[in-house]
Each structure stands twice: as structure tokens, then as C-alpha cells.
């Protein structure tokens, strides 16, 4: 969090065995990259991988096939995932993925809830949790259309005849631009 009046609830995940990030696979959107990529100073390709997206509505298409993005895994977890002595911690936790940050709170008819089905082991505290986590969701959201919308873009304008590099330069780009216009 960057804010530093905001007084910070404790989070379970320090004495978690953290199996969030190990099983799941971490899908990024524009902004993602965008704050990785300048968190880390490395080109995106660094720490992203290429997942087939047949399966899903929307993938970007480029001339290596119709992909989705995702971070890189090393030893069966998340790349950025490091082991100590005793626990285990994010390496990036100031520029983490947006779905990193939520996992594991959704909002559900306007609220916020824990999701059901999942692999955490804890019983979170929502009410402690809700200052922090409901305009984390609502900008998760916002930045998500915003991914969406760029490769429909992308998309219909290219239809797979460029490169995933050229597209990558394409979105850090378009993040580039939008967080000025916000400045304006
Ligand atoms: S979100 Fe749940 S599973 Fe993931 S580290 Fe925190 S407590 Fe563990
Ligand atoms: S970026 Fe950090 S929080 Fe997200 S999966 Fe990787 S290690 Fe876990």
C-alpha cells in the first residue's frame, strides 16, 4: 500500500505457506506490466510467458498465435516467489499484479466477500480488510476494461500480422499515455 495514514490490518499470508502463488497461474493485464516493468527496469518479456488462449473469449492476437499473458514460473511457483529460513515472500510486493494484491476478496452483488472454492486457508476478516481492498477492486476492474479494450483494438487492427514485442511496445505505450492524460 502506498498510502501511509492508513493504518494497516495484519495479514495472514506472512505465516502462509503461500500456495496462492504456486498454484495458480497469474494472468497480468496492461498496467501490470506497465508498474513491473518499470518496478524491475526490464523489458516485460523478462518475466512474462505465453499462454495459449484458444480457450478464452479474448486473446491477443499476434504472429506467434492467439496468446494470453501471464508471469513466468520457476520451481513449480511463481518466479517472484522467494524462499527463506522460515517464510516465504514476493520479491515484487510494491508493484505485484493487481490480482495479487485482491486474491483472495471479490465483490459480490456490490459487496465485498471472500471467494468461496478456493485454496487460501484463511478466514479473512472483511470488515478489517474493506478500506483497503474496495477501491483496490474497483481500480483492478477499471484497469482491466482498459486491457480488454486495447487488444480488441489491437486486434481488429493488426488481425495476428505482428509480433507479441510489437504489441507489448503498443500497450506500455497506451499505459504511458493514460497515466498522463490522468495527470493533466
Ligand atoms: S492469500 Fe491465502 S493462500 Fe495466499 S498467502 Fe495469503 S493466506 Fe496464504
Ligand atoms: S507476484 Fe508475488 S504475490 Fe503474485 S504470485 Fe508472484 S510471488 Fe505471489
Known amino acids: 500500500m502506498s498510502s501511509t495514514n492508513q493504518k494497516l490490518p495484519k495479514f495472514p499470508c506472512v505465516d502462509c505457506h503461500t500456495d496462492c502463488c504456486k498454484e495458480y497461474t497469474i494472468f497480468v493485464n496492461a498496467h501490470d506490466v506497465y508498474r513491473l516493468s518499470n518496478g524491475l527496469k526490464c523489458k516485460p518479456e523478462t518475466f512474462l510467458e505465453l499462454i ?22 520457476k520451481n513449480g511457483a511463481c518466479e517472484f516467489l522467494e524462499k527463506t529460513d522460515t517464510v516465504f515472500r514476493c520479491t515484487v510486493n510494491d508493484f505485484k499484479p493487481g490480482v495479487c494484491k485482491s ?82
Request: proline share 3%; aromatic share 12%; glycine share 4%.
Open 52 to 73: 495459449g488462449a484458444k480457450d478464452y473469449s479474448l486473446g491477443i492476437k499476434v504472429e506467434e498465435g492467439l496468446v494470453d499473458l501471464a508471469l513466468k514460473q
Open 103 to 184: 486474491y483472495p476478496f471479490e465483490m459480490k452483488n456490490g459487496k465485498l466477500s471472500q471467494m468461496s472454492d478456493i485454496m487460501c486457508p484463511t478466514d479473512w476478516d472483511i470488515l478489517e480488510f474493506k478500506e483497503m481492498m474496495i477501491p483496490h477492486l474497483k481500480k483492478d476492474e477499471s484497469e482491466w476494461e482498459f486491457y480488454d479494450q486495447l487488444v480488441r483494438e489491437w486486434n481488429l487492427k493488426y488481425e495476428g500480422k505482428k509480433s507479441l514485442s510489437k504489441f507489448l511496445k503498443f500497450m506500455l505505450e497506451q499505459v504511458k499515455l493514460s497515466n498522463e492524460v490522468e495527470l493533466l
